[in-house]
């Protein structure tokens, strides 16, 4: 059994916020996600989370099809667990987003819990060109946008991934989310042990004061108790503080250019598996050890890479 000093690493490699001016470094075609994938894992990572985007313009695709361009490779080449995500973009619709994973049929897909405004357009000041006409577009977009996860829209990726055996990294953004995946679990929709990321930073959900960081967890554990293990994802520079934090408390770290494309002031990550070394650093530092992805599949009680669709 893995020990309760086993810390699993989760890394983020792509997502849908940040856009190509951002980073050269930002993995952007299928050849690079599955690279940033599998460095991660030989970093440290015992999950990879992945998004997927139009290789020409970085745009993100929730296609199927974009994500069978590089699924079977991270497979091949690493034995981490693969985390898709049913977030996509926040202008996309559920029915979209859950479609990869719907097909695919990986061990975990992430959740978000609920409806929140998503602010991205302040990045809008720090960039004066731009490599496509879609990057500012989208984040202006931001201002206006409610990225929607109703009640009926979880229930919806709940029962069509559920099936599959597919578990879950319930994203939090707020306290509120967490009352969401509790009545969820009083619903029995949701099965012990739950996995909660409580996400720190973004404009539109909860800080990352480490105040708030507590907060969360007080939260958590009084709703949750033994049934779940708590990881967090702290947004931009907030990433390595709110990982050392949640570490030295007992919690478990996602790190990635998803979340954060630094690697410490003013100085860019060439790579995920940069910012997995840099959490690990961390945890070992702490005194703890790392999860090897068979250890975070006993730890989640995972279904198995041998039962996904890819």
Known sequence: MASSKKVIITCAVTG??????????LPVTPEEIAAGAVGAAEAGAAIVHLHARDPETG??????????RFLPRIKQQTNAVVNLTTGGAPFM??????????VFKPEVASLNMGSMNFGLFPMLGRYQEWKH???PAALEASRDLVFRNTFKDIEFVLRTLGDA???????????????NLAHFLDRGLVKPPLFVQTVFGILGGIGA??????HMKRTADRLFGAQYKWSVLGAGRNQLPVAAMAAAMGGNVRVGLEDSLWAGPGKLAESNAQQVRLARQIIEGLGLEVATPDEARDILQLK?????AF
């Open 93 to 102: 619709t559920v029915d979209e987003r859950v479609r990869p994973a719907a």
């Open 59 to 68: 745009k993100p695709d929730q296609s199927p099809e974009a994500f069978a």
């Open 133 to 135: 006409d879609w990057e």
């Open 165 to 179: 055996g597919t578990r879950f990294e319930f994203e939090c953004y707020d306290t509120s989310h967490l009352y």
């Open 16 to 25: 849908a916020i940040h856009t190509p001016t951002m980073s050269p470094h």
């Open 304 to 308: 198995g890479g041998d039962k996904v």
């Open 209 to 214: 004061h480490p105040e708030d960081v507590a």
